[in-house]
Each structure stands twice: as structure tokens, then as C-alpha cells.
């Protein structure tokens, strides 16, 4: 996160919305202000937000999957170490 608390909480940011991304709504709430909220003004702000909540999405999911594979893992080799016993 390339933004602190003391910022999120002066550009008013929901509690909600701080996450992996955070550092990328100021921007983004700043151009939807200035241009009455006309959907297709911040296109370029609106992507690249959308775009990090993917890749973040991708990046849980991938450490979720190893995680998994890890506790499988030790869940085999425990079931092995029992049935040798």
C-alpha cells in the first residue's frame, strides 16, 4: 500500500475501501468529483483501479491455492505415517 492511514482518512476514504488499492481512490474520487460523476470521464483512473483489484484478486487466490496444497500435503503424509504405524 502506497498510501497511510492519516491520508486515507483525510481523503475521506471508506473503511470499506482501504485495501491493496487504496493509494489509487484518491485519484479516482478526485476526477469522478470534478466531472460530476459522467461515467466515461475517468476512464483511465477507474481502469487502473479495477485492474489492481484484479491483480490483488489474482495474488490472494495464488497464495490460497499454495496454502492448500501445503495442508493436502501434510494431510497425505500424515494419513502415510498412520497406515505405516
Not at 493509494?23 to 479516482?28: D, R
Not at 490483488?56 to 491455492?65: S, T
Given at each position: 500500500m502506497h498510501i497511510s492511514q492519516e491520508e486515507?482518512?483525510?481523503?475521506?476514504?471508506?473503511?470499506?475501501?482501504?485495501?491493496?488499492c487504496a493509494h489509487l481512490v484518491p485519484e479516482l474520487?478526485?476526477?469522478?468529483?470534478?466531472t460530476y460523476y459522467v461515467p466515461w470521464a475517468c476512464d483511465k483512473e477507474r481502469i487502473a483501479w479495477e485492474k489492481c483489484q484484479y491483480d490483488d484478486y489474482q495474488r490472494r487466490m495464488?497464495?490460497?491455492?499454495?496454502?492448500?496444497?501445503?495442508?493436502?500435503?501434510?494431510?497425505?503424509?500424515?494419513?502415510?505415517?498412520?497406515?505405516d504405524s
Amino acid at each position: 500500500m502506497h498510501i497511510s492511514q492519516e491520508e486515507m482518512a483525510k481523503a475521506l476514504i471508506p473503511l470499506a475501501w482501504r485495501d491493496y488499492c487504496a493509494h489509487l481512490v484518491p485519484e479516482l474520487n478526485k476526477c469522478r468529483v470534478g466531472t460530476y460523476y459522467v461515467p466515461w470521464a475517468c476512464d483511465k483512473e477507474r481502469i487502473a483501479w479495477e485492474k489492481c483489484q484484479y491483480d490483488d484478486y489474482q495474488r490472494r487466490m495464488k497464495i490460497l491455492a499454495k496454502q492448500k496444497r501445503v495442508e493436502e500435503l501434510a494431510a497425505s503424509q500424515k494419513l502415510s505415517t498412520e497406515l505405516d504405524s
